[in-house]
């Protein structure tokens, strides 16, 4: 009876330490001409989880389909696990594309108050984003600089209502009056206790059970089909 007792309290106080720990997103997105990188890191305390990489390579489009071609890479304890094979995602246009959206948007509304709740309890400790672009002609880069700043301002207006930051984040706009180009740099870091995002996802997984979203999710995954391509 005193060991199975131990074995609880040792188990409990485990859970407490785990769910008292926090956990940090790391988001990073890079462009540069036509080439586009993104990273992703989740974190516990100073423990690396997991990384998530894209690298986007190409867009395929035309009037009545689109498509994405990209590289996944997933790094675990260190160990880097790359995809050999290229994959095109299929991506709807025009009516579909709107009424997949309008699919997606109905579902995701029941995820609502557990994003709100993990939203209002997540800190931004780094926010940074620099926007490098020309468009070949100077009156309309200087015309677009002030919309970039405009959309740039609103959404992380936006993003501050419903978060935390330790310091204001730090933007750019340049604009480049002699060529057409483009570069983005985005680097953005979120953390949160381990309890509330614990808390946020049983508790989206079990509204989504009951009021039948789960099986709708990955029926609407099912339809976004995927398929590789000869690298």
Known sequence: MAEALIILATLALVAAIV????????VRYGREGKADRLRVDLSLWKFNICRYSVDMLDIDATLRRAALIYRPGL???????????????????????FRRLLQWADVLSLAGP?????????TISHLAWKTVFGLG???????????I???KVCAVSLLLRRTKTLKLPALAVVPDFSKPCLTVNLDCRLGARAAHVVYAGLGLLV?????????RIIELCRRGKIRETRP
């Open 19 to 26: 769910l008292s720990a926090p956990v940090h997103l790391s």
């Open 75 to 97: 790094q675990r304890d260190g160990g880097r696990v790359l995809s050999g094979k290229r994959k095109k995602a299929a991506l709807p246009v025009t009516v579909n594309a």
């Open 114 to 122: 557990y994003l709100e709740y993990i939203s209002r309890r997540t």
């Open 137 to 147: 002609d100077p009156f309309r880069t200087g015309m677009a600089t002030g919309l």
């Open 149 to 151: 700043w405009s959309l």
């Open 207 to 215: 509204k989504l059970l009951i009021g039948g979203g789960l099986f």
